[in-house]
């Protein structure tokens, strides 16, 4: 091929050549092809100066790129296809080397200044005759998802479907069988096409569906016709329709898969990519598809029981409530709002305003440590009511809570749900949210044990010793070496080192023998061992962990015990020694400290006395005694506040509230001895309750975790669509994003250097 070859022959011989390889069936031809016709097209493209010395236009140009493009695509289909070859950069070296040559050669060409504005116009022009293409299409008259279940009478049907191509089967240059899935990739409905199809505008609807990639979104039309059912393997999660196909007409292209994106059946994407894990994950949208409908069934429900749902502000301002807040400046200098921890103070507010049943599904923000359960966004159900104490709201939650494991678990939880204190729950599960499911109970012992021992697993002073037991749930041959192998396999995990290296010392650890005297129990001491077999009714294999620690009222939300007793549960269900819990144990956890000692991982409310709010500065104290203890005590005063725990996992806590201005500023003031400045970030609250604010309780059931729950997942993030990762960044949208210069400027902001850069 010339330099001077005539456009007329070159458009028509590739126009013949492209025709030729829509219908080869082996990828070696297709190579062979590609290589012959396409390096007369890259000897004339990978030379600017001879592109120059010909007659060709723009146009032409356009069209020997556009063509090398269809090659290519082609080619890396049937290549992957056909040859098992999955990802791009095993193609053949000369086409990618070539490729990539004659793609910045185009480019260059494109670049000059003379084309420039011709080029830009030309590829305006071209895209907005593709993407005009899209806007209008026929509107579908089956969901492909009805198909399945519907009898349709002996009669032809013509129909209209709309979903994505999927995979295909090129019988002959004249017949071709694709699947057409479902809107919602649920199921696949068997499209025929053949040389018969209408002429779509841009040619034969049977070559265009020929030369659509898998996963092209489509507008189909055709006849619905009876099918022989065969026997027909499902694609994966995608269920194939049987008893009908479709005898394709036309077909309509609504937007194009590029060739570079591999998804396969076997393709892992990345959270970067989470579109395309959505896409291809039924679990995750059966997961926000069951999502939908529990929120359904709540607002049903409480819609049905009087409560009003009210949007409250997202803008808020910083207050003290207890956790981190995210600040959100403003271009009013030194002025910024805060995202809202929880809606608490408006709902408030609202049981001041005459509302009396409030909810809504709140957006609540937590600049805290991110883990498994938590994201630094999430959704609660907020609940409130007026003239109400703990006994209506639990009453009420008890009921919704049955009714959606009734309705989507089928599932019947006890009625009404068991009650467990703070200092029980503390005590004998070492949580406070307790999985009793799991057993493991633990005890204290330290007041049998013998000093020497004490001494041994711990340096603290009169320390609290407690233990636990855990067993095997099945016959294992020689249970005793069994145990003794998988304690010193945990112990030397990362896992069981954190708990080695236990400031109050590392679990004294002991296996029950019989063939050992006092069945491996000697270092108890008589007593402590009599006292143990007794507690524990003891059996060869059995492992017995003692763990000390401060001999201090219970405080925060675990102890050492009882974390070693949740890792080596799940330890041994891994390793097939016990077998997984199975069923639903809900729990009410009640009479919480109201005030808990400072620490440093929690800001609180900035007082002077050591003392922060257990859960919020509004909670009320329990009972009159619990009110006369504040000028006594405020350690010991008890809160009327309540957690709802299933299967270890809190769902939601709340509480009856200070109604009482006089009573909510006195806490502030006198027992926490928060700042006067401190104080007064309140005082919008404060106005609402000296208002004749009736008393009203709440409460709030995280919503994410409620969802995690009932599907049995790992990980919020499994019923989230966009999660945050741990790190707290959404690496599909790259947020949290850096600041500009020109974006600090505006809003009165200025980046502080670190100890470490300041130093330097």
Not at 217 to 228: C, F, H, N, S, Y
Not at 262 to 288: M, S, W
Not at 505 to 516: E, L
Request: glycine fraction near 8%; hydrophobic fraction near 40%; include cysteine.
């Amino acid at each position: 091929m010339d330099d001077t070859t005539s456009t007329a022959t070159l458009k028509s011989y590739l126009a013949s050549a492209k025709a030729d390889i829509s219908t080869l069936k082996s990828a070696d031809t297709v190579t062979y092809l590609a290589n012959e016709i396409g390096k007369k097209l890259f000897g004339l493209l990978m030379k600017p100066e001879k592109y120059l010395n010909t007659s060709l236009s723009l146009a032409d140009l356009g069209f020997f790129t556009s063509w090398l493009g269809g090659v290519v695509g082609h080619h890396v289909r049937l290549t992957r296809e056909r040859s098992g070859v999955r990802n791009p950069a095993d193609l053949p070296a000369w086409f990618l080397r070539d490729w990539h040559h004659v793609s910045s050669n185009s480019r260059s060409l494109h670049g000059g200044n003379v084309c420039k504005q011709q080029t830009d116009e030309k590829q305006s022009s071209t895209l907005f005759n593709r993407f005009n293409a899209t806007i209008s299409f026929p509107k579908e008259t089956f969901d492909i998802s009805t198909i399945a279940g519907l009898e349709l009478p002996d009669i032809e049907q013509d129909v209209v479907l709309h979903g994505y191509l999927g995979s295909s089967a090129n019988l002959s240059k004249n017949l071709l069988f694709v699947q057409l899935i479902s809107k919602d990739r649920t199921c696949s409905i068997q499209v025929v096409s053949s040389s018969k199809a209408l002429p779509n505008k841009d040619g034969s609807a049977h070559e265009l569906v020929k030369n659509l990639p898998m996963h092209t979104p489509v507008a189909v039309r055709g006849v619905l016709r009876k099918r022989e059912q065969i026997a027909e393997q499902d694609s994966g999660s995608i269920r194939r329709i049987k008893h009908v196909e479709l005898d394709l007409l036309y077909v309509q292209s609504l937007n194009d898969f590029p060739s570079d994106i591999i998804a396969t059946p076997d393709t892992v994407f990345g959270p970067n990519r989470r579109h395309l894990q959505l896409r291809a994950d039924v679990d995750l949208r059966k997961a926000l598809s069951f999502r939908s409908d529990v929120g359904l069934a709540l607002r049903s429900k409480l819609h049905e029981l009087g409560f009003v749902d009210i949007e409250t502000p997202l803008l808020f301002k910083s207050t003290p409530e207890g956790a981190r807040e995210f600040i959100v400046p403003t271009r009013r200098k030194g002025f910024a709002y805060a995202l809202p921890q929880s809606p608490q103070q408006f709902k408030q507010i609202l049981m001041g305003s005459g509302i009396p049943k409030y909810y809504q599904f709140a957006r609540c923000f937590r600049d805290e440590d991110l883990r498994a359960d938590r994201q630094p966004e999430f959704t609660q159900l907020d609940m409130e009511m007026s003239f109400a104490g703990a006994e209506q709201v639990m009453y009420i939650i008890e009921n919704l809570i049955r009714s959606l494991w009734s309705k989507f678990l089928e599932s019947n939880l006890p009625c009404p749900f068991p009650r467990m204190s703070y200092r029980e729950a503390m005590s004998s599960y070492g949580s406070d949210k307790p999985d009793t499911r799991l057993g493991m109970q633990t005890s204290r012992i330290d007041y049998l044990l013998p000093g020497d021992l004490i001494n041994k697993i711990s340096s603290l002073q009169a320390p609290i010793v407690e233990s636990l037991m855990l067993r095997f749930d099945q016959s294992v041959p020689d249970a005793s070496s069994t145990m003794q192998q998988f304690i010193a396999n945990f112990l030397d995990s990362a896992e069981g080192t954190a708990f080695v290296n236990n400031p109050d010392g590392g679990p004294g650890i002991f296996v029950v023998d019989s063939r050992k005297p006092l069945q491996g129990l000697q270092a108890l001491g008589f007593e402590a061992a009599e006292r143990v077999e007794e507690i524990y009714q003891i059996e060869d294999g059995d492992l017995i962990v003692l763990q000390a620690r401060h001999n201090l009222p219970s405080s925060g939300g675990s102890t050492t015990l009882g974390d070693l007793r949740l890792a080596l549960h799940a330890a041994a269900v891994r390793q097939g020694l016990v077998k997984p819990p199975v069923g639903f144990a809900p729990l009410w956890v009640i009479d919480f400290p109201l005030f808990s000692p400072t620490t440093q991982d929690e800001p609180g409310q900035g007082g002077t006395t050591g003392l922060t709010a257990t859960h919020h500065p509004f909670t009320s104290p329990k009972s009159a005694e619990d009110v006369d203890m504040l000028a006594v005590d405020p350690r010991k005063v008890i809160g009327d506040h309540y957690d709802l725990v299933i299967n270890g996992v809190e769902l939601g806590g709340g509480s009856r509230r200070i109604h009482s201005a006089e009573m909510q500023e006195l806490v502030m003031r006198q027992v926490l001895q928060m700042t006067p400045e401190r104080v007064a970030e309140f005082s919008h609250l404060l106005d609402v309750l000296r208002a004749g604010c009736p008393p009203h309780a709440g409460i709030a059931l995280g919503f994410d975790r409620l969802i995690t729950l009932m599907l049995g997942k790992s990980s919020m993030r499994e019923v989230i669509a966009f999660p945050k990762t741990g790190k707290g960044d959404d690496v599909l949208v790259k947020s949290p994003g850096p600041l500009s210069n020109e974006i600090l400027k505006t809003y009165h902001l200025q980046m502080r250097l670190s100890d470490e850069e300041a130093s330097v």
